[in-house]
T-cell receptor, first 118, second 108 residues
Framework: DTAVSQTPKYLVTQMGNDKSIKCEQNLGHDTMYWYKQDSKKFLKIMFSYNNKELIINETVPNRFSPKSPDKAHLNLHINSLELGDSAVYFC?????????????????FGPGTRLTVL | ELKVEQNPLFLSMQEGKNYTIYCNYSTTSDRLYWYRQDPGKSLESLFVLLSNGAVKQEGRLMASLDTKARLSTLHITAAVHDLSATYFCAVDAGKSTFGDGTTLTVKP
């Protein structure tokens, strides 16, 4: 069973378009994250939600808007895509306190979405 | 702001050799994580270190944490090709901050 899944796996689009990436976790975790990994493999946190509430909102252009309809889902919508948005976007989840088979915010990552903006 | 520095960023090793990757961080924390990322793949958790002096071992990899020195090490013993990957440390001080990653290449 897939623990953290993302769709789509690949996304190729034109500058100026709007796109969404979806993430779902079946681990029962309370916290979910979005990360951006650039071409140099640097990994930077963008957002974090705990039980559907936004708890981390890093310095990210407001063209990026996360939405968590429930604690198992965290989606990322991007408006007016720019060339610099090209990257791999990872969703992750974690659980505080060592429950649900994980230990103290150990993060479980989705497979990633490779976004290419042309 | 928490800074996490890994070194080296790139490491090329011969099979059978030993080496250590270092992870320094700038603020107090007793939660440190090591992740592995294979090329084109996602990150998977390797070790969770939750206290000063914690040591964890899995196969040819051993991780340790010194919270007083704000330093974690990932030691590789008798490297094999299958260990070729990028290794990230991450420190949790309210949120997880990742190091820049160490790309390890093990050559025959």
């Amino acid at each position: 069973d897939t623990a953290v899944s993302q769709t789509p796996k690949y996304l190729v689009t034109q500058m100026g378009n709007d796109k969404s990436i979806k993430c779902e976790q079946n681990l029962g975790h309370d916290t979910m994250y979005w990360y951006k990994q650039d071409s140099k493999k640097f990994l930077k946190i963008m957002f974090s939600y705990n039980n559907k509430e936004l708890i981390i909102n890093e310095t990210v252009p407001n063209r990026f808007s996360p939405k968590s309809p429930d604690k198992a889902h965290l989606n990322l919508h991007i408006n007016s895509l720019e060339l610099g948005d090209s990257a791999v976007y990872f969703c992750a989840s974690s659980q505080e306190g060592g429950t649900s088979g994980s230990t103290f915010n150990e993060q479980f990552f989705g497979p990633g979405t490779r976004l290419t903006v042309l | 702001e928490l800074k996490v520095e890994q070194n080296p960023l790139f490491l090329s090793m011969q099979e059978g050799k030993n080496y250590t990757i270092y992870c320094n961080y700038s603020t107090t924390s007793d939660r440190l994580y090591w992740y592995r990322q294979d090329p084109g793949k996602s990150l998977e958790s390797l070790f969770v270190l939750l206290s000063n002096g914690a040591v964890k071992q899995e196969g040819r990899l051993m991780a340790s944490l010194d919270t007083k020195a704000r330093l974690s090490t990932l030691h590789i013993t008798a490297a094999v090709h299958d260990l070729s990957a990028t290794y990230f440390c991450a420190v949790d001080a309210g949120k997880s901050t990742f190091g820049d990653g160490t790309t390890l290449t093990v050559k025959p």
